[in-house]
């Protein structure tokens, strides 16, 4: 459900941003721009109020739930309750007789001694490396999606000319499937090839190499920005040393063009303008552009949008592709991460340690990586428009700079977790049964946890 989530939310959100953001407030037979143009903004509200009603409505069945539920004798249900087994100390009887029910919680033990237990416990999982780099090859891999699917509707656009909906669609109907067939083929083979630890982290190894591989090759596939008319080169295209990069020319002085507003538009020259102001128009049917120098007069019109470059619709095919694969192999490491680190920790503290997993997922790998990766996709920055005097937004980007820090980032943080699958790797294989709990439930590595966790069980 964790994959299925995010696929039905960009779906969503491709066929929210189709609807004008006022919609509700204005006629919007009367605009005179589409969803294909950059001043589009989506109705980004719908999606929270959908979801937000659904959520509501939901939880009304919550209210059906008793109190508390009644307690039940099965000894597996006991054994889940307890943080280490019942064996390893005999349960103490009160001191009138009455031995209280194992699910009933024990009066004895305050709260701040059951709160200082988590420290120790935390610290006894932690020593374990083949624990810890487990989670954190995990915190990597996560990282990778969070920054990676956070900026890659972004990415869509700005590389290959994609408008805002048709980035979302194509992400909630392709990349997203394609990673929950990957997590359902991860476990299948795991399962049928009935895979132990060694076997399991060899598998999330090569699973990461080749998607690296993948991601690797994304450094390749991609569109440049291509002439932009006073940003990448001057205007009339003049190349001659010195020539100043400047949106404002003579030929558009007389224009008062606003830079608050990105609506680009193509010369009959073959260079974008910024706006059809900045290209020197001086009709509403985009005629008479007085910036195309290199044109006749009677041909110096532009088309609104940005000019197309050769071979763009090629490579973005390529990468769709490339990306559904990248999507279901990177995906297919998760289950067997998730065995290795259920066989390290001894039984009774399963629960916990899928509890740290989760903490630390959710600190480490879903809030630094977008603050990262945005902060990189920033220095890309090409031309950022103004309001009022103040910076805004980036309207431009160099796309082979984005494209390569973009992706080198991704490939960073999978080479990351490559070195910690490795390390776990070699712990595994030179002490096995050191670091592996076998299926008994016995412990091989030190027991002090027990005595710690017992005490809350002893009358005060």
Not at 7 to 32: E, H, M, R
Not at 142 to 147: E, S
Not at 319 to 344: D, E, H, K
Request: proline share 7%; glycine share 8%; aromatic share 10%.
């Amino acid at each position: 459900m964790l994959v299925f989530g995010p696929a039905c939310g960009f779906i969503l959100g491709s066929f929210c941003t189709k609807i004008y953001v006022d919609a509700v407030f204005i006629d919007t037979s009367n605009l005179d721009i589409t969803p294909d143009d950059p001043r589009w903004i989506g109705a980004w509200w719908g999606g929270f109020l959908l979801c937000g009603a659904l959520l509501f409505f939901s939880s009304l069945l919550m209210f059906g739930f008793p109190q508390s539920l009644p307690p039940h004798s099965d000894p597996a249900m006991e054994s889940e309750q307890a943080m280490l087994p019942e064996r390893e100390y005999e349960r103490p009887t009160p001191s009138n007789g009455v031995l209280r029910h194992p699910l009933e919680p024990d009066g004895s033990a305050s709260c701040f001694q059951q709160l200082r237990v988590i420290p120790k416990v935390t610290k006894h999982l932690l020593s374990n490396p083949v624990f810890t780099c487990i989670i954190l090859a995990a915190c990597m891999e996560i990282a990778v999606v969070a920054g990676f699917a956070a900026f890659l509707g972004k990415y869509l656009e700005q590389q290959f000319n994609l408008t805002t909906s048709s980035a979302n669609q194509l992400l909630g109907m392709t990349a997203i499937p394609c990673a929950c067939l990957g997590i359902f083929l991860g476990g299948l083979l795991v399962k049928k090839l009935s895979l132990s630890a060694l076997g399991a982290i060899r598998m999330a190894m090569i699973v990461n190499l080749v998607s690296t591989a993948c991601y690797v090759s994304f450094l390749f596939l991609g569109c440049d920005t291509g002439p932009v008319a006073g940003v990448t080169v001057p205007y009339g295209n003049n190349s001659a040393p010195g020539s100043a990069l400047d949106p404002y020319s003579p030929c558009n002085n007389n224009c008062e063009c606003q830079t608050d507003s990105f609506t680009p538009v193509c010369g009959a020259d073959g260079i974008t303008y910024l706006s059809a102001c900045f290209a020197g128009c001086n009709s509403t049917n985009l005629t008479g552009c007085a910036c195309l120098t290199t044109v006749p007069p009677e041909n110096a019109t532009v088309v609104p949008g940005k000019c197309p470059s050769p071979g763009c619709q090629e490579a973005f095919l390529t990468f769709l592709c490339v990306m559904c694969v990248c999507s279901m192999i990177g995906a297919m490491a998760q289950t067997p991460s998730v065995i290795i680190l259920i066989r390290t920790v001894s039984p009774e503290l399963k629960s916990y340690a899928l509890g740290v997993l989760f903490l630390l997922l959710r600190l480490l790998g879903f809030i630094p990586p977008p603050l990262i990766f945005g902060a990189g996709i920033d220095s890309t920055c090409l031309f950022w428009s103004t309001f009022c005097g103040e910076q805004g937004a980036c309207v431009l980007y160099d796309n082979v700079v984005y494209r390569y820090l973009y992706v080198s980032i991704a490939i960073a943080l999978k080479s990351f977790a490559f070195i910690l699958y490795t390390t776990t790797w070699q712990c595994l294989r030179k002490n096995y049964k050191r670091y592996i709990k076998n299926h008994e439930g016995g412990l091989s590595t030190t027991t002090k946890v027990t005595a710690h966790i017992c005490l809350l069980r002893k009358p005060l």
